[in-house]
């Protein structure tokens, strides 16, 4: 069994890789697509996503979900905001990529767990450990850096990074699986969508179809560009544990971050190498911290373990011995 264990960390550790990567490598694809403009990438990239999704959920034969869905309001509410919220993410994401602004995008979701950080605090009133609000303080100093450097607040990444914390918030309160998640939130997207489309054809001003079967290709396949990241994600989360995953997070926008400076050749002046620095030293105390809390939750679960064996006994301790300690695999 601890082989079998072993084995599925490991495929684990491999969707995980694979799921952030491909997160991480999308700056590549979204080019591709012109001469399409963003928002016709987006209404392509609802679409098909609704598609792709209905697809494998009809090859799964997970439907039961849809009529427990169906009773529920409040989560049908919460599942339109995720819709909206993410609407706007895909979109910015998208405009900002294909208008050289991918360095600025990866700086979203590098501080994008700074931002989820704060609005637990600001909205779900938690309380922070000091080193959280080390890293939340060293986050904000390196928003101002970058405000001055780019003579303006950076607003793409504020935006996606604000977009995608909230997006997280409220899929965490509706509950539902991934694949269920972005089926019924491409649901909530595909009418308008493709309205968009209809009316843009109307127009005279679509590219799918007039550009090419291969263009056309790429814009249908911006369905499985979104699905395959995030079964990959699924498949992972069931696999490793979530420290684990944390870090692998940062993979997307490091890879987009090199995409950025290498591949697409976007300025670095000194002042944007300062507000980076800064939000990775922030990122690097709360990962600290991260690993240091886990480590001391999982030594106080033994020792209670410990003292529950001990008190089965009568009060007799015999020997027992404790799990032994190991650091999350990265």
């Not at 969707?15 to 991480?24: E, K, L, T």
């Not at 679509?206 to 995030?230: K, S, Y």
């Not at 020792?303 to 027992?320: D, F, I, K, N, Q």
Request: glycine content about 10%; charged content about 10%.
């Amino acid at each position: 069994m601890a082989a079998k264990s072993g084995g599925e960390q490991r495929a684990g550790l491999l969707y995980g890789v694979g799921a952030y990567g491909m997160w991480g490598l999308v700056p590549l694809f979204w080019p591709l697509l012109k001469p399409a403009g963003a928002i016709e990438i987006l209404a392509h990239r609802m679409a098909w996503s609704l598609i792709v999704v209905g697809i494998a959920l009809l090859a799964l034969r997970r439907w039961g979900w849809i009529r427990e869905l169906l009773r529920q309001p409040r989560k049908l509410g919460l599942i339109a905001v995720a819709a909206t919220v993410i609407t706007v993410n895909w979109g910015l994401y998208i405009w900002a990529v294909n208008t050289g602004h991918v360095v600025e995008a990866s700086l979203g979701y590098f501080i994008n767990p700074l931002v989820t950080i704060a609005m637990g605090v600001l909205l779900l009133k938690e309380r922070l450990r000091p080193a959280q609000w080390v890293a939340v303080g060293t986050g904000l100093s390196a928003v101002l850096v970058l405000a001055v450097g780019y003579g303006q607040p950076p607003w793409i990444s504020l935006t996606l990074a604000v977009s995608f914390a909230v997006y997280g918030l409220v899929k965490k309160k509706v509950n539902i699986g991934g694949l269920e998640s972005l089926a019924a939130e491409t649901a909530v997207q595909f009418l308008p969508a493709l309205a968009y489309l209809l009316w843009l054809g109307s127009q005279g001003s679509a590219t799918f179809g007039t550009a090419g079967a291969g263009h056309a290709a790429l814009l249908a396949a911006t369905g499985v560009v979104t699905a395959v990241p995030l079964v990959c994600f699924g498949a992972a989360a069931i696999r490793v544990p979530l420290s684990t995953l944390g870090l692998l997070q940062y993979l997307a926008p490091v890879f987009q971050f090199l995409l950025g400076v290498a591949y697409f050749h976007e300025a670095m002046p000194p002042e944007r190498w300062a507000g980076f620095s800064l939000v990775w030293l922030a990122l690097t105390v709360l990962t600290w911290d991260a690993l240091r809390t886990s480590r001391r939750t999982r030594a106080e679960a033994a020792a209670a373990a410990l003292s529950l064996a001990a008190e089965t006994v009568g009060g007799t301790v015999r020997p027992v011995t404790p799990p032994r300690e190991e650091a999350p695999k990265v």
